[in-house]
């Protein structure tokens, strides 16, 4: 047995929680009251190794988050560890290389606990959790080898301390509040708490780590008199800041995504997230950043600060799972290049352990819908397979006997079951993570859980279609154009059986009664919702899936993108949601509509991806509109400006413009198929992703009357280009064609 799993849990005890009662108010009078006990707690354990030690390595979790060190150095350069996940079901403990820390003599092994993720216990609070209760815990095991070759574990249970933290209050949603001029007080036994072990699993995820710090653009005084910092930037992370004040100074930092029409500090859209960080100065000179909570922001407000405001005495901390950068986008059109930074910056901003669909509000969560969209572009963006193996693994532990799945993952206490669109996330992410890197072990370890959500279906169908049910809808469509749900989640079910079908041939397991399945509801949603080769559904966002999802075919597969393109002349526009805007372009572009395909993606007025960059958007907004062009906002109920499910076009940039597409019998791009698309309003276009094989690339610019499409294929691949219908074959390396 690992040592880690023979190690006692050491619980936090309450009476060393209590946070101020004025720290407990909100910061305004509709906030509601957080709960008494959320102030992180100290653990310490004093141990003096036998002899020379050879090497030293440390396990360890937390029932929340933790910060651990060894002889005063932090251990490990991760964040927020352990992550996040159903504690009841998953649990992940990390295990560090200490072996440059441990000293002769006494050494001090101390971690600090807070809430993290783990939630409060509070009345008429939607965020009310079901992942494990408002205890916090911590438990390691620090192993010795010693030169002559033995072994010593010291693990968590008795002779370990614990005591109150300088941090009195920490909120992942709140922020922090830390006293540099707190006294702890003496260490007292830390009390065991008998809580399971069976849960624990190595870490499955990526770490979560600090990436980036960035320097204050610029530092200005807004119309309604306040001080406020910009990073120039929408991030998510937290600030590092240098402040010095008399003892007992109370300074407040602020967070925001935005300004208003009036250029003044806007915080509606938070909702009762306060994003506050404060700090009670002691006289002396400090430099400080949060341990336990993150912010989604681009400006700051230092209010009542003690001492001069700087701007070299503030940088913002970019912080998320360490993923490496894999995907690469750049033409002519500077508007463009804008847009797919800002689709770049929504992943580093909601990739953090789990794909959140905003980072700022009192929200933050794993909602399934914005992660089916987006996972194609997340996986060239980033190279997410390590990140989506812990995520699905999350929803597989966390879906419903009868198949469904929860809205978000992991699921909280209110969550619903199985909307369509947001459930064919078990299948849909799977099935791209497989193609992008080609590896059928997520297949594998999916497939269960695929086949659960199909089984719901089918268990639910009538004559082959899926009627009933509670659903979102194509979320946040414009105008009137609403698409029936009924259409939607036949669609989505036909669809996600296809994929499953795939899925079982990879992985040569039976499935021909899905086969037989998806033919059934296909003709099915034929007889119901097609006439004379038109879609009675007459939406862009139905027209668009019934192209991209192989539902129509021969005559009506050329009439139902007729009826497609007419739908977007007249509206003049996109008039999408998340379910129908990932499909859109795709839709227009492969069935012979690529010049509307780019009308669409250049348009800078309202509704348009460029929109918001023409507003000085540098991430991906939730609403097409969430700053009106009038300067007003949309709802503050709902309206984040760093959301990055309309961020799915990265996908189009890549395998439209560009034209790199993977090839669904030879994954991972071990065949490439180049096809890109060109239009008289670029100049050029190059794209690369960095695959398991190497670079693959695509370019092509305007030169001398002609257009010269340079690919790259890696080494022990190949490759077919189809430009202008005559089709190219290639081996490794880079190759050039010019065509008029």
């Known amino acids: 047995m690992q040592p880690i799993f023979s190690a006692r849990w ?86 560090y290389d200490v072996t440059a820390l441990v000293r002769g003599g006494e050494n001090l092994l101390s971690a600090e606990v807070g809430l993290g993720w783990r939630m409060h216990a509070r009345e008429k609070d939607w965020m009310q959790p079901t992942l494990g209760g408002k205890d916090t815990a911590f438990l390691a095991a620090l192993t010795l080898v010693y030169e002559d070759g033995t072994k010593e574990t010291l693990k968590t ?28 007080g003496e260490a007292v036994p830390a009390p065991v708490l008998h809580y399971p072990k069976e849960i624990l699993i190595p870490r499955q995820g990526e770490r979560i780590t600090e990436q980036e710090r960035l320097p204050v653009q610029k530092m200005f005084t807004t119309p309604e008199g306040e001080l406020v910092l910009d990073f120039g930037q929408v991030l998510t992370g937290y600030v590092s800041f240098r402040i010095e004040g008399p003892a007992g100074a109370k300074a407040t930092l602020r967070h925001a995504e935005i300004l208003d029409a009036a250029g003044n500090f806007y915080t509606e ?122 995520w699905l693994a999350d929803l597989a532990s966390e879906q419903f006997a009868s198949g469904g799945i929860p809205h978000v993952i992991p699921r909280m206490h209110w969550d619903g079951d199985s909307s369509t669109g947001w459930a064919d996330a078990a299948v849909i992410c799977p099935w791209q993570i497989y193609l992008t890197y080609g590896d059928r072990e997520i297949l594998r370890r999916q497939f269960d859980s695929m086949k659960g959500w199909v089984d719901y279906m089918i268990a639910r169908a009538e004559d082959g279609l899926w009627l009933g049910g509670d659903h979102f809808g194509d979320w946040l469509f414009l105008e009137d154009e609403r698409t029936p749900n009924e259409w939607l989640q036949n669609a989505y079910f036909a669809y996600s059986t296809s994929l499953l079908v795939k899925a079982g041939e990879v992985l040569g397991v039976p499935v021909e009664d899905y086969r037989a399945q998806r033919r059934r509801t296909e003709e099915a949603m034929r007889q119901r919702f097609l006439r004379e080769g038109k879609l009675t559904c007459n939406t862009q966002t139905a027209c668009a899936q019934a192209l991209y999802f192989g539902l129509v075919e021969g005559e009506d597969r050329v009439s139902v993108a007729a009826q497609l393109a007419q739908l977007v002349r007249e509206a003049g526009h996109l008039r999408t949601g998340f379910l129908g805007t990932p499909y859109l372009l795709h839709a227009l572009s492969e ?141 490794p390396g880079v190759k050039t064609v010019s065509r008029e």
Request: some cysteine; glycine content about 10%.
């Open 10 to 95: 050491l619980q936090a005890p309450l009476s060393l929680r209590e946070s101020p009662e004025e720290f407990r108010t909100g910061a305004c009078p509709d906030h509601p009251v957080p709960a008494a006990h959320e102030a992180p707690v100290e653990f310490l354990f004093s141990f003096t190794p036998k002899g020379a030690v050879r090497s030293a390595s440390l396990q360890a979790t937390a029932l929340g988050v933790y910060t651990a060190r060894l002889g005063g150095q932090k251990i490990g350069g991760e964040v927020l560890a352990p992550g996040w996940t159903n504690y009841r079901k998953r649990l992940q403990y990390q295990t």
């Open 157 to 184: 249970g008795e002779g370990w301390l614990c005591r109150a933290s300088k941090t009195r209050y920490s909120n992942i949603y709140n922020g922090e509040v830390y006293d540099a001029g707190f006294d702890p």
């Open 269 to 390: 859209n938070l909702r009762q997230a306060r994003e506050e960080i404060v700090f009670l100065c002691d006289g002396g000179t400090h430099t400080f950043q949060p341990r336990f909570t993150f912010q989604g922001f681009r400006y700051v407000q230092p209010k009542d600060w003690p001492c001069e405001v700087r701007p070299e005495d503030f940088t913002a901390v970019v912080v998320h799972s360490e993923m490496r950068r894999t995907g690469y986008f750049e033409c002519s059109n500077p508007l463009l290049n804008r847009l797919f930074e800002n689709i770049v910056w929504g992943q580093k901003g909601n990739f953090l352990d789990i794909p959140t669909d905003c980072p700022q509000r009192d929200e933050r969560l794993g909602w399934t819908g914005d992660a089916q969209a987006f996972v194609r572009t997340a996986s060239y963006l980033f190279d997410t397979e390590t990140f989506f193996t812990k």
């Open 591 to 731: 069935n012979g509509y690529t010049q509307l395909a780019y009308d669409l993606l250049l348009r800078t007025e309202y509704p348009s991806w460029l929109y918001p960059v023409t507003r000085g958007a540098t991430t991906v907004w939730e609403r097409w509109d969430g700053q009106r062009p009038d300067g007003s906002f949309q709802s503050k109920g709902m309206n984040s400006f760093n959301h990055y499910a309309y961020g799915a076009v990265g996908d189009w940039l890549f395998g439209g413009a560009a034209g790199i597409r993977t090839d669904e019998s030879q994954p991972g791009f071990t065949h490439i198929r180049f096809a890109p698309l060109t239009d008289s309003r670029l100049d050029y276009v190059s794209a690369r992703i960095e695959t398991r094989h190497g670079t693959v690339a695509s370019a092509w610019k305007r030169e001398g009357g002609l257009i010269l499409y340079t690919f790259e294929v890696p080494e022990g691949c190949t490759a077919t280009a189809d430009i202008g219908g005559t089709v190219y074959q290639f081996g």
